[in-house]
């Protein structure tokens, strides 16, 4: 059971074959068997979920409910949730209950859905490893030596481990589509402003996109038509119609154009990730798609840019945690600057001073027309790049990250060569558009995945072909052998 | 050597939106602490702003008022600083691309001439807590109640030069923002308050001297005090040979003096950037017109309207127009004095005037209203009482004791009209004064017009005020001249 899909799932609750108090049993007792293994939850809260689940039973007896009723999942823990810790992965929030629902955790308790728990992340959502995390590292469920990736690194560790059936993410530079791809599952990034950021910690409110972690493409689908949509608390949320997700699931990819930047495949990508995303590739071609080379010059400047804008907008948003309303205050404190340094200095780990430090650099006087200005002036070519290439073919192609999970603290006192592994992922933030990441295949028994950019709110036709291409491939469906 | 000053204000009004400018909560004044202060005003995590219409609207109505742009595109961005009462750690403001760009008002000066004033700018920025320091031992307290109140900051250019044109220009804006009824302009509770930037340079130089920025004063009065005080002070320093510092200063209005609070090194880098959480206002002109189509008359089309139909004098117009509820009031007087506008205008300048400021009182609050004061007016008007009697049924309408006709009635307060009645007077007076009489009829005619007055005197004591002065007044002439 607990290998099956949110489709499944679906189709066994709505049956009757199995109750959603059962099935969140079965999950609860999962997390709580493997999590000293994985780490990947931060809170796992039992009786909610139980409670929640029979509520949910109940609906379903009473044919009140939705697809997705009485289906488990987790958060991310960057989601506030009402009355349960969200700590963000920070000893800074580590005592922080929310006195109100994030818009997609409201979205997603009206379908009737059960979380499960809170899921481990980079603090802040600041790392790509997931080691950040002031509740230690998330193990990777392929190989336990290594990173699941991150920042969404717990949400991707329970999914490839089947703690939990689907979870949710966030991502600013890739923080979804890296761990999906180290840890074997499907994550879906939406377009800028097309899920809700209301109760979303921020992290870079510019680049920050909730979006779902899944087994498949049909599952992501089924989330994004929960939590897709304007919400009035968001000022940047599109008011842009939604799409029906799974409607056009089935729709055939003949006569796809799918465009290959040659920025991705050339020096600097392992050839072994080459080639399972050019198999990938292959696999589209069968189907129907036909491929071009495309460019996307300024690639190079996307690391650049996004370490400028990112940890500038980050300078500021974690301004608020100050030890004055909420969160970690320091003992004793003697006198305000006091209780500001020692609060902040004591509260935050080295990873997001470092981003608050650089951000608050380079938007200082003197500093930021070189900065701050010359990064959003990139971040325009970066979108017209990417606009150019949507003038001659529907979606891109290419590698979501540039290698398999690398081992624990491996990276960890490298930043500079940790930041260049989003180098595939940033620019899709920067520009704000929709890209997927699918399981494509393995090296050393350590899952690959494949990344396919849309053009703005094309997450249907992504989602689309990321089904299609999964009807003929089983990659997604690996389960790590400890996990099945 | 002379001294010329150089003054620019910036006023901060609060604006009058029934909710904060980034958030639902309530903005009425004087709530328990915190208890207005939601989820987004505490700056908690994960929490967005959403801007408030009606702020963008009263905005643009002082843009229109002041005849400035507003541009097509407006920016929000954060002012980043840290303080206990700035939940988020930084302010969202507006740095480029205001909401309201170059404006100007005219002014009024002592010698009656007047002079225009540029507005440079005017952003909309939301309001910080408060900290309270008394009450809680070494603690301070934080009340976030004022936390996200919508102000508007209007900045001028430094076009005054003396402390009185900026009081001038400070009234002036005071009242527009009331007469727009965007701001209640309470400055008790804070609602609009000024910094000035005051500099000197040596008379006939182009370039200005080094400008000190006096914070936060809340009265006219201040203002002008705190500016005159910031004058003397610097021309002192420039005389001595030594020179300005660049410097924020605090009025201390118990000391009447200012005092160095932060100096330009120590100034906050505020590390402006836009707003992530905001996107650009886009304004539409259709909006910008159909605010334009609603704007009320303004305090200078009201002066002249007043001189024009009203023939006001330019001091009395100038008075009546300085409020809106005053004008209001002045309006609605004359309505119910039958169109009687000097009398009117006498009434509310002079004593109604006298007894709010006594009171310490405005004139919504007033215990006599235009109605009743224009219906005591319409009395004077048919002779029913004089215009001494009217002062005694003024007070007595203050003091609540009923509209003018019932307390002309009650207190028995007539005119004597009647010519026997005031003639019997006249005569007992004069039978009761022999020497008086003598003294007057001994006079020169010069000297009559001064000694009547006793007579005139007596006559009115013993009617109790109540006889028809002017009868008496030609009776007695009559009489004692036979």
Redesign the interface.
């Known amino acids: 059971m607990h290998q099956s899909t949110l489709t499944q799932l679906s189709t066994a609750l709505k049956e009757k074959k199995v109750s959603s108090e059962e099935l969140t049993q079965l999950y609860l007792d999962r997390c709580k068997n493997f999590n000293e293994a994985l780490n990947c939850f931060i809170t796992i809260n039992e009786d909610v979920a139980l409670e929640n689940a029979r509520t949910a039973d109940k609906k379903i007896a009473e044919g009140k409910n939705t697809d997705l009723t009485g289906i488990p999942f987790a958060h991310k823990d960057i989601f506030c949730t009402n009355g349960i810790k969200t700590s963000c992965g920070s000893k800074m929030l580590d005592n922080f209950i929310a006195p109100y629902d994030a818009t997609v955790v409201e979205k997603m308790n009206d379908a009737g859905m059960v979380m499960l728990g809170k899921t481990n992340m980079d603090e802040f959502a600041m790392g790509s490893s997931n080691e950040t995390s002031f509740y230690g590292p998330v193990k990777n469920p392929w190989d336990s030596d290594h990173v699941p990736g991150g920042s969404s690194g717990g949400s991707a560790s329970a999914v490839a481990a089947r703690l939990c059936p689907a979870a949710t993410g966030t991502d600013t530079g890739g923080s979804i589509r890296q761990p999906a791809s180290l840890c074997g599952i499907t994550g879906l990034k939406p377009t800028y402003g097309r899920v809700s950021r209301y109760g979303m910690i921020a992290f870079a409110s510019s680049l920050d996109q909730g979006g779902p972690m899944t087994q498949t493409a049909e599952d992501a689908a089924l989330i994004m038509n929960v939590i897709a949509g304007f919400d009035k608390r968001d000022s940047t949320s599109a008011e842009h119609p939604v799409d029906d997700y799974t409607f056009r699931l089935n729709d055939s990819i003949e006569g796809l154009k799918i465009g290959l930047p040659k920025e991705y495949f050339g020096e600097g990508l392992d050839s072994n990730i080459a080639k399972i995303i050019e198999d990938g590739i292959k696999e589209l071609e069968k189907l129907g798609a036909s491929c071009k080379e495309i460019e996307l010059p300024n690639t190079d400047l996307s690391i650049p840019a996004y370490y400028v804008v990112a940890p500038a907008e980050c300078s500021s948003n974690l301004s608020r945690f100050d030890g004055v309303r909420f969160g970690y205050r320091c003992e004793e404190p003697k006198d305000l600057p006091d209780l500001y340094c020692r609060s902040r200095g004591e509260g935050f780990g080295k990873e997001v001073k470092r981003r608050i430090m650089i951000g608050t650099y380079v938007l200082s006087a003197g500093y930021y027309d070189a900065y701050y200005l010359k990064a959003q002036q990139i971040r325009h070519l970066i979108r017209d790049d990417f606009q150019n290439a949507f003038k001659d073919v529907d979606v891109i192609a290419g590698p979501t990250a540039t290698g398999t999970a690398f081992k624990l603290n491996e990276k960890l006192n490298d930043p500079v060569s940790m930041y260049l592994s989003d180098i595939y992922t940033v620019s899709v933030n920067l520009a704000g558009l929709p890209a997927i990441s699918v399981p494509a295949g393995f090296i050393e028994n350590l899952p690959v995945g494949m990344q396919l950019i849309g053009n703005y709110f094309e997450e249907s036709r992504l989602l689309n072909i990321a089904h299609q291409y999964q009807q003929v491939t089983d990659w997604h469906k690996q389960v790590p052998k400890e996990y099945k | 050597m002379e001294w010329e000053t150089v003054i620019g204000l910036e006023i901060h009004t609060q604006l009058a939106t029934e909710s904060k400018i980034f958030s639902g909560a309530a903005t009425a004044y004087g709530a328990e602490p915190n208890v207005q202060a939601c989820?987004v005003d505490?700056?908690?995590?994960?929490?967005?702003?959403?801007?408030n219409e009606q702020a963008i609207q009263m905005a643009i109505k002082f843009g229109l008022a002041i005849e400035a742009e507003i541009p097509e595109r407006s920016i929000f961005a954060?002012k980043?600083y840290?303080y206990?009462d700035l939940?988020?750690?930084?302010q969202i403001s507006q740095f480029e691309l205001p909401i309201v760009s170059k404006g100007h008002i005219d002014i009024q000066l002592e010698d009656g001439s007047s002079k225009t004033i540029g507005v440079t700018r005017a952003h909309l920025e939301e309001d910080a807590g408060k900290s309270m320091h008394e009450g809680f031992g070494k603690l301070t307290g934080?009340d976030l109640n004022r936390a996200g109140t919508p102000l508007l900051e209007i900045v001028s250019e430094p076009d005054m030069r003396n402390a009185k044109e900026a009081v001038a220009y400070m009234k002036k804006i005071h009242s527009i923002v009331r007469y727009l009824e965007i701001s209640d302009g309470n400055m008790q509770e804070g609602s609009f308050r000024c910094d000035a930037n005051v500099s000197v340079r040596p008379k006939g130089q182009d370039e200005f001297g080094t400008r000190t920025e006096l914070k936060n004063i809340n009265s006219f009065r201040f203002v002008e005090q705190a500016i005159n005080y910031e004058i003397e002070r610097q021309i002192d320093v420039l005389e001595e040979g030594s020179e300005i510092v660049q410097e924020t200063r605090l009025y201390d209005p118990n000391k009447n003096e200012t005092r160095s609070m932060r100096s330009k090194e120590e100034a906050n880098?505020y590390?402006?950037?836009p707003d992530?959480?905001?996107?650009p206002v886009q304004i539409e002109q259709s909006l910008i017109d159909e605010i334009k189509s609603h704007l009320p008359e303004l305090p200078d089309a009201k002066k002249q309207r007043f001189i024009e139909s009203f023939k006001l004098s330019d001091d009395d117009a100038t008075l009546l127009t300085s409020q809106k509820e005053i004008a209001d009031f002045f309006e609605a007087c004359v309505d119910a004095a039958g169109g009687e506008t000097k009398l009117s205008a006498n009434w509310i300048t002079g004593e109604l005037t006298a007894n709010l400021n006594k009171e310490n009182m405005d004139i919504t609050d007033s215990p006599v209203t235009a109605e009743m004061l224009g219906s005591m007016i319409k009395r004077i008007q048919d002779n029913t009482i004089s215009g001494k009697i009217a002062k005694q049924v003024f007070e007595a309408m203050w003091n609540g004791e009923g509209d003018a006709d019932s307390i002309i009635e009650n207190k028995g307060l007539k005119q004597v009209t009647d010519t026997s009645a005031i003639e019997k007077l006249v005569d007992d007076v004069i039978a009761n004064s022999p020497d008086q009489v003598k003294q007057y009829q001994e006079s020169p005619p010069e000297k009559q017009g001064k000694l009547i007055g006793y007579f005139v005197g007596q006559v009115m004591k013993q009617s109790q005020g109540k006889a028809n002065p002017k009868q008496v007044n030609e009776l007695l002439k009559q009489k004692l001249n036979s």
């Not at chain 2, 505490?42 to 801007?51: D, F, R």
């Not at chain 2, 939940?87 to 930084?90: A, C, E, H, I, T």
């Open positions: 989820a505490l700056g908690l995590p994960g929490v967005l702003p959403v801007i954060r980043n840290f206990p939940p988020k750690g930084y934080i880098d590390r402006y950037f992530p959480d905001l996107l």
